[in-house]
């Protein structure tokens, strides 16, 4: 028996499922980017309304804070130049040495970047301690030895953080250069004065500013490094000296000025970074790799090479050295703590995506949402916390809130890494598939789950792994939180390492390496694996 005629459905009829209808509307209209912007402005700009306003002016500041800002402008830019001026003859001798291994050894060279801060200085004071290995073969040759603490300490462990940062920024730059433009080099004879001179020297001062710029800002809120390996009157920055205010002083009024003149200074170096970058001008080539081999100077570039991954990676097996045999005789409060800062880390690492993903979609048409993510590099981890603290006070005792407002600021210090690792493919996305997607009528969720995640695979599982390996290592917001029984993994090694159980220390620092690079492969392997080119 034929059926009749379908029934026709009203133009004013409501939709069958009026709830993924909405969804898809708010979507279609970008709400999910705004809803985010305007998420991360409360929860940046809120906690430092109520720091300006605690602060009451800059009057109650002594002159050991004075001290305090000098010491930190002055350190941060003396690692950044000696990380800089270190990186250029090891970006050097990667960029024009071709040998089994190379790929592996960069990628080895990058690990103390996303080193747990604390795990860097326990590994620096192994080496370079009172009775590290460096100051036992000074003692042998009759020479004086050296100290690891102070304002040497706290700069030898920036340089040790962010020289890979520095040689991975010029090495792009390095690799930027078309081979066109060496190979006419060769071909004109020149030698490598008149390379240095035409080509060299150009891309160095297009890309040195930025990294000198970009190191010189993470060195201004270092905070883990300044409690484990500096103090003491000359060697104190602004961020130690607001923990010290706050966990020993309780002067929250000066810990807010404090954080006030942090704020002023991250808001001056972060503007300067976004008005001196500029891009080498050399041109664009054929892509080409095989660029010509550059003759003599092997043995140096070898001594360099050896001598830099001597460096990064002698402190990290020395600790692995001691701290794998008593891994197994951990307390159970350790493994607790462990426990505690992987389900932070994993938190912080959705909530950041959760942020990140839709301001980089909406970033290529709209200027607010970078900005809206950009927000996050005006304040440290530190200076957010102690805003946070001002504002639960009144109402709660912030203790009890320890691990959901550390959560929460680890998700906003890798909002604006996550942002930067997004945006350039979020703009390829709307260059070559906005039309067809328009086309096919793809959009909302439906192109969310079978264009956008797809294409954007990569960058969003290194962006979590980031995400997560800096939530592992951060050893900021908990200090000021804490009570003792809320812990992190960062705070009992630090704790330990106070304690001088150094063995203990040196098997949760173990604990701590494993954990952070096992969630950054994980993440940035199910990237890849995710990724359909």
Known sequence: MASGPAPVKPAGAAPRHPARA??????????PARIAAILVAAAILGPLAAVIRHAGGLSGLGSGDIDALWFTLWQAAVSAVLSCLLAVPVARALARRRFPGRGLLISLMGAPFILPT???????????????????????????????????????????LNLPLAVRMVLHGWQAVPSERLRLAAALGFGRAEVARHIERPMLRAVLPGAFLAIFLVCLTSFAIALTLGGGPRATTVELAIYQAFRFD???????????????????????????TAPPAFGAGLDRADAPPVRGARVKDALVLGAATLFLLLPLATIL?????????LPPSILRAAGTSVAIALGSTVLTLALALPLALAAPRARWAEVAGTLPMTASSLVLGTGLFLILRPFVNPVTLALPVTLLANALMSLPFALRLLMPEARALRADYDRLAASLGLRGLARLRLLDLPRLARPLGFSAGLAAAFSMGDLGVIT????????????ALYQLMGAYRMDLAAAAACLLMALTFALFWAFDRIGQNADPR
């Open 22 to 31: 909405a969804v898809r509307t708010l979507t279609a209209q970008g709400w």
């Open 250 to 276: 309780a002067d929250a009024g000066r810990a807010a000025a404090l954080a006030l003149v942090q704020i002023g200074v991250s808001v001056i170096a972060l503007l300067a970074s976004l008005a001196l």
């Open 118 to 160: 604390v795990v860097a200085a326990m590994g620096l004071v192994a080496v370079f301690g009172r009775r590290g290995m460096v100051n036992a073969g000074l003692e042998a040759l009759g020479l004086p030895g050296v100290t690891v603490y102070g304002a040497q300490g706290v700069i030898l462990a920036h340089v040790f």
């Open 480 to 491: 000021l939180f804490s009570d003792g029984q809320r812990q992190t993994l960062p705070l």
């Open 321 to 329: 050295l001691r701290g794998l045999p008593a891994l197994f005789d």
